[in-house]
C-alpha cells in the first residue's frame, strides 16, 4: 500500500538558511498534517490543511509557512533557520476532517549548523 | 503544560513478560486515543486506537485500557518480544475536524532476550 512520501529524507543547513520541505499524502488523502520532533521528545504540532485551506495552526514559528496545493501535497518553508530548527520533521495524512487515523511518513531530519 | 503525561520514560521487559505503559489527560473533551510505536529514524506507525465509549481494545497481543472516570489509558503488550523494543506514545485528540495529536512524551521500551 501507497504510504506518505517525504522530501528531502535529510537537508542539512546554515544558520539564517531557508529550507522547503514536501509532503505526498496517501492517494485520497485530503488532510494532511506537520509535527516537529526534537532529538529524545514527542512530536509537536505545528499547522494542518484540509482541502487545501489552513485548519488548525500549532506553536508554528512566524518564520515557518505552509501551504497545500492541488493535488493535495504540502509543504513547508522554513527561514532564517535557527539552530533550535533542527529536528525531525514528520508529515501525517488522513482522509477527511473527521479522518481518525494518521498515518505519518518516514519525516525529514533537518539540521542547521 | 503536558495535557497528556505518559509514564514510565523507559521500561525494560524480559522476553515473553508484560510491557505496561500508562497515560494520564487533562481535557475531558477528548474522544479519541490512539497509541504510537516508533522505531529510530522511523516515523511513528499507528498500533492500536480506543474511543472513550469504551473500556478495553485488544487487537493481538496489544491491549488498551481505558478509564475515563480517572482519565487515564493503558497500553498492555502481552508475551513482550524484542521485536516490540520501540518508542511508545500515547496521544490523544478532539475529532472535531481539527484532530491535530496531543502527545505523550513517550516511554522507550527494550524487551531482553
Known amino acids: 500500500a501507497a504510504g506518505v512520501i517525504q522530501s528531502p529524507r535529510h537537508l542539512i543547513k546554515e544558520k539564517r538558511e531557508t529550507a522547503t520541505l514536501k509532503c505526498y499524502p496517501i492517494p485520497r488523502h485530503d488532510t494532511v498534517y506537520w509535527y516537529q520532533q526534537g532529538p529524545g521528545q514527542d512530536p509537536q504540532f505545528l499547522i494542518s490543511?484540509?482541502?487545501?485551506?489552513?485548519?488548525d495552526k500549532g506553536s508554528i514559528p512566524d518564520r515557518f509557512s505552509a501551504q497545500q496545493f492541488s493535488d493535495y501535497h504540502s509543504e513547508l518553508n522554513m527561514s532564517s533557520l535557527e539552530l533550535g530548527d533542527s529536528a525531525l520533521y514528520f508529515c501525517?495524512?488522513?482522509?477527511?476532517?473527521?479522518?481518525?487515523?494518521?498515518?505519518f511518513g518516514p519525516g525529514t531530519r533537518l539540521l542547521v549548523l | 503544560q503536558q495535557q497528556v503525561k505518559q509514564s514510565p520514560q523507559s521500561l525494560i521487559v524480559q522476553k515473553g513478560g508484560i510491557s505496561i505503559i500508562n497515560c494520564a489527560y487533562e481535557n475531558t473533551a477528548f474522544d479519541y486515543f490512539p497509541w504510537y510505536q516508533q522505531f529510530p529514524g522511523k516515523g511513528p506507525a499507528l498500533l492500536i486506537a480506543i474511543r472513550p465509549d469504551v473500556s478495553e481494545k485488544k487487537e493481538g497481543r496489544f491491549t488498551i485500557s481505558f478509564n475515563k472516570s480517572a482519565k487515564q489509558f493503558s497500553l498492555h503488550i502481552m508475551d513482550s518480544q524484542p521485536g516490540d523494543s520501540a518508542t511508545y506514545f500515547c496521544a490523544a485528540t478532539l475529532l472535531n475536524g481539527y484532530n491535530k495529536l496531543i502527545f505523550g512524551a513517550g516511554t522507550r521500551l527494550a524487551v531482553h532476550p
Open positions: 501525517a495524512s488522513s482522509f477527511g476532517l473527521a479522518g481518525e487515523t494518521q498515518y
Open positions: 490543511f484540509y482541502e487545501k485551506m489552513q485548519s
